[in-house]
């Protein structure tokens, strides 16, 4: 019969090599998850109301005035059962411009308006976007996964690019 061999330092050296590694990569993962589910929730709060727009009052609104972070103006529905409005509110972002009307989709039970369309769509889903490429560099640095890291930054870029296209 032959004795156990005793673990070499080498040995040793590989095991702790190898849980260092495996740790580092379940450390990276769950923060590219955590950046992907928070891009997921930052643009599902006005997602939702554009992609499920059924049941929703839908119109125009003629942006009037803009102030602060809210263009402010008159709606016109274009949905059965919608109501005219003399004001509603538009988050302003560098693609309202006065003057200008944008199909809308007003969030139930308040004044406030959410671009509609497939601009609307693109805009609303920006923040993944941008958790699209930070997760990717996360990816990419911490995991050393650099296919699934050009994956999630090539998304991000033409979500990102799709909608500076769109809205112009």
Known sequence: MIPAMPATASTAREASGA?????????MGALAALILSAG??????TAQ?????????????????????VCTG??????????????????????????????????????????SGPAGILLAWLPLGGALLLA????AGGMRLARAAWVLGLAGVGLLTAAFVAVQ
């Open 136 to 139: 990717s560099v996360v990816v």
């Open 19 to 27: 849980a260092l590694r495996f740790g580092r990569v379940a450390v």
């Open 74 to 115: 008159p709606f016109t529905p274009a949905s059965a059962g919608g109501r005219a409005r003399a004001r509603v509110e538009l988050d302003r972002s560098v693609a309202v411009r006065t003057g200008t009307a944008y199909d809308v989709v007003l969030k139930p039970g308040t004044g406030e308006a959410v671009r």
């Open 49 to 69: 109301h554009v992609m499920f727009a059924k049941g929703r009052e839908a119109g125009t609104m003629r942006v009037a005035r803009c102030a602060g972070d």
């Open 40 to 45: 997921v929730w930052g643009s599902w709060g």
